[in-house]
């Protein structure tokens, strides 16, 4: 692992001086959703995740700046209401601490939370409903301030998404 995380750290470091605007590190907590964690583990295990690759870029040379420039987060936006609101909230704030703590600059303590619909709240037998449950997701995930929604269709449970369900 030691070896991996150097390897991604210098690819971090490469991608900072010559890409100053793309990110090298997406940390996707839907995995931790999807094998059911609940919201407080989703959020537990992608700060755990993204400390880590902060702690390994800072190893490879970076400031702290520019090893947070690095960072975005992928969080599951599920069909309850508030708690998808309270859960990426709770990521920005937490970010903030954490980055505050590590001695970053106020303008780099933010990252990019992009929040897609779960998988796992999506119906196979009645399609239909998740229509509804993935509106509900978004619409959480727009007023909780994710800077990027994905929503998947509504009958992605089924296989491959129909024409319909895909321009919907």
């Not at 909230?89 to 970010?95: I, P, T």
């Not at 590590?102 to 009645?126: F, K, V």
Request: glycine share 4%; charged share 20%; hydrophobic share 50%.
């Amino acid at each position: 692992l030691e070896t991996e995380l150097a390897r991604m750290a210098d690819a971090a470091s490469h991608v900072s001086q010559n890409y100053p605007k793309a990110r090298t590190f997406n940390v996707k907590a839907m995995v931790y959703h999807s094998a059911g964690a609940a919201d407080s583990q989703e959020l537990g295990c992608a700060i755990a995740t993204a400390t880590e690759y902060l702690r390994a870029t800072a190893k490879a040379g970076l400031n702290i700046n520019a090893a947070c420039a690095q960072i975005a987060f992928t969080v599951a936006a599920d069909a309850d209401f508030f708690l998808t609101i309270a859960k990426i909230r709770a990521l920005r704030r937490l970010w903030d601490r954490i980055t505050e703590a590590c001695g970053a600059d106020i303008e780099s303590r933010t990252a990019p939370i992009t929040a897609s619909t779960a998988p796992r709240m999506m119906s196979r037998r009645d399609p239909w409903v998740n229509i509804l449950r993935t509106t509900v997701a978004c619409f959480a995930a727009g007023i909780a301030g994710a800077d990027a929604v994905s929503v998947l269709p509504f009958d992605s449970s089924l296989g491959l998404p129909s024409d319909l369900a895909r321009r919907i």
